[in-house]
């Protein structure tokens, strides 16, 4: 009797400790796969983030005055989606210029925790458009894409500032910008900690081309 009440102790030591290493297997495995979404995340919003800065710094372009920059916009998010951003800029290395424009709306939804409160949030999908050559008089809502941002950003906005830092929500006071400030924020979902894995990004350009004083 006694043989066979070791034999059961054993047994259960034996399957405690494989849960023990099976516990640790897992941990690490959720712990490898947080880590991998939060450097995607932050890769995602680094390369969005050059992408901007490189299109919005070159904003006006071989224009003569600030009138002829910005094309159209729609950035009054109290306002329904899409939302866009046309501009001329110098788009890649053939030095011309061209309209490039900027649109996003919300997509999808993720999941995140925040402590252990499961939430939804949307997500935006980013798209780079180019105009056509030459202009036909489209705009950007009729342009196709040449670019996108990533998959899983909960916010991204667009904000045009003139010289006293007052918003420019609309077409009529475009050719007052001087500043503009981008924000992105991109998550990785399902750490193991079950928090908000957040990569952010946001900056205040001021494009040479909008600041000219000749």
């Known amino acids: 009797m006694q043989y066979m009440l070791d034999l059961i102790s054993a047994f259960l030591m034996g399957a405690s400790l494989l849960l023990i290493i099976f516990s640790v297997m897992?941990?690490?495995?959720?712990?490898?796969?947080?880590?991998?979404?939060?450097?995607?995340?932050?890769?995602?919003?680094?390369?969005?983030?050059q992408m901007l800065e490189q299109d919005l710094n070159n904003i006006g372009a071989r224009q003569p005055d600030n009138d002829l920059a910005i094309t159209h916009l729609a950035l009054d998010t109290s306002a329904a989606a899409p939302y866009?951003?046309?501009?001329?800029?110098?788009?890649?290395?053939?030095?011309?210029?061209?309209l490039t424009c900027y649109y996003w709306e919300p997509d999808d939804s993720v999941a995140v925790y925040v402590g252990?409160?499961?939430?939804?949030r949307p997500t935006y999908r980013v798209e780079r458009r180019?105009?056509?050559?030459?202009?036909?008089?489209?705009?950007?809502?009729?342009?196709?894409?040449a670019g996108f941002g990533p998959g899983t950003l909960t916010h991204?906005?667009?904000?045009?500032?003139?010289?006293q830092d007052n918003p420019i929500l609309d077409l009529?006071?475009?050719?007052?910008?001087?500043?503009i400030r981008v924000e992105a924020e991109a998550v990785s979902?399902?750490?193991p900690s079950r928090?908000?894995?957040?990569?952010r990004w946001q900056a205040t350009l001021a494009p040479p081309n909008l600041n000219r004083t000749d």
């Open 84 to 98: 866009y951003l046309a501009f001329w800029s110098v788009p890649d290395t053939t030095g011309q210029a061209r």
């Open 156 to 163: 991204f906005h667009i904000e045009l500032r003139d010289a």
């Open 116 to 120: 252990n409160v499961l939430q939804y």
């Open 26 to 49: 897992l941990r690490g495995q959720e712990a490898s796969i947080g880590v991998t979404q939060h450097a995607a995340a932050r890769q995602g919003v680094a390369t969005l983030a």
């Open 172 to 179: 009529a006071g475009a050719d007052q910008t001087r500043r």
């Open 130 to 145: 180019l105009g056509p050559r030459p202009p036909n008089g489209s705009t950007c809502p009729n342009w196709a894409p």
């Open 195 to 199: 928090l908000i894995e957040a990569a």
């Open 189 to 191: 979902p399902l750490g």
